[in-house]
């Protein structure tokens, strides 16, 4: 599995469910269109694209450009990569017909295939760059959730929504979620150095 420093963004769950057994790296829904009236989602794009760079990596179907344009003109252009998939006739596997276009999206495309297209984008592959070899920082577990009271205690959603607030992280995270984009900005010692953990 390649480690990659930038937060990738794609459509839905199948393709982020797809890649994330390719990569290791924060890998960040849009919910389709959704994105283009979630302003908490956006401001968490903006601010991993900050911190990590960003990916964005959509279908190569209508829908996944229309998504692309809106964040080429809704993020820091300099703090974003563009990955294109090629364009691949057929329907993934779980669908019972190909869609509209008939192209298979992210989901649907060969791990080697997408790692090509992330190399291709300028993507960092930490494993591989020599100014990068440093040991990955140590991550947040769900047990250091529970430790710290945000999870499996009777008031762990009141803390979680205090934390959030806090770090200035969108209210509607769920626990997992939480957890991930935690560890693409803070880690646990990240959270640790604030006294958060």
């Known amino acids: 599995m390649e480690r990659i420093?930038?937060?990738?963004?794609v459509?839905?769950?199948?393709d982020k469910n797809t890649l994330s057994q390719v990569v290791d790296a924060v890998i960040l829904e849009t919910s389709g269109f959704g994105v283009f009236k979630d302003a908490e989602r956006l401001a968490l794009l903006r601010r991993l694209a900050a911190e990590r760079g960003l990916v964005v990596l959509t279908d190569s179907d209508g829908?996944?450009?229309?998504?692309r344009n809106f964040l080429k003109g809704a993020v820091d252009p300099s703090l974003v990569k563009h990955a294109y998939i090629p364009?691949?006739?057929?329907?993934?596997?779980?669908?019972?017909?190909?869609?509209?276009e008939g192209k298979l999206g992210v989901e649907g495309m060969p791990p080697q295939t997408l790692l090509e297209a992330l190399r291709k984008a300028g993507a960092t592959f930490l494993d591989e760059e020599a100014g990068e070899r440093v040991p990955p920082r140590r991550a947040l577990t769900k047990g250091d959730l529970y430790a710290a009271g945000l999870s499996g205690t009777a008031d762990a959603a009141q803390r979680r929504q205090a934390l959030l607030k806090k770090?200035?992280?969108p209210e509607h995270l769920s626990s997992n979620a939480m957890l991930e984009v935690l560890n693409a900005l803070y880690g646990y010692e990240g959270l640790a150095e604030l006294g958060l953990i």
């Open 63 to 67: 829908a996944g450009f229309v998504i």
């Open 87 to 100: 364009d691949r006739p057929g329907k993934e596997k779980r669908k019972r017909a190909p869609g509209k």
């Open 11 to 14: 459509e839905g769950r199948y």
């Open 5 to 9: 420093r930038e937060a990738i963004v």
């Open 167 to 169: 770090l200035d992280l």
